[in-house]
């Protein structure tokens, strides 16, 4: 099946993999705390209500993703549904050897069923520029399809929906 589900190697990824997830993660969940935010972010969670383009379901386990019920607490192990925390408004992939083909596929991959979902908003980041020619790719759901989500000429990213802006230092 394509894609292909997640599994622990696709999702561990390297440990800079994982410290650019913490860092995305970690300062989205200080901004949420610091506005007062309703949303609520979570990493590397299992997240059911995704489906691939022949219609089977798919559940994944995003990077980073920010639902719009605040605070969830999954026990160890627990699939979350988009009933339990909605449909994500932002979705966070950091490439890596074994997920970047599907994490870029917008005609199969991860990227057509977060489309497919309603998700608003994708960051797919790729702080090496191994499998893109950018650092980080922004786009935004416009009538189900993605549109660039471009920066400001500061390089921020103004986000109404979750009421933050926010951009990246460096690699992270």
Known sequence: LWPPADSEESVVGSEYHQ???????????????????TWHVLSQVPLAGFRRPDGTPYPMLPDVFVHPRPNPHPASGQTLTFADVGVP?????????????????AERGKAWSYADAGVAAYLIVDYERRYMDEH??????????WA???ATADGFWESALLGVSFAFDGLY
């Open 19 to 37: 410290h650019v997830i913490d860092a995305v993660r970690d300062g989205l969940r200080m901004a949420a705390r610091s506005n007062g935010a």
């Open 89 to 105: 408004l932002l979705a966070v992939e950091v490439l890596s050897e074994t997920t970047y083909r599907w994490d870029l596929d």
């Open 136 to 145: 980080v790719r922004a786009l935004r759901l416009v009538e189900g399809r």
């Open 148 to 150: 660039r989500w471009p």
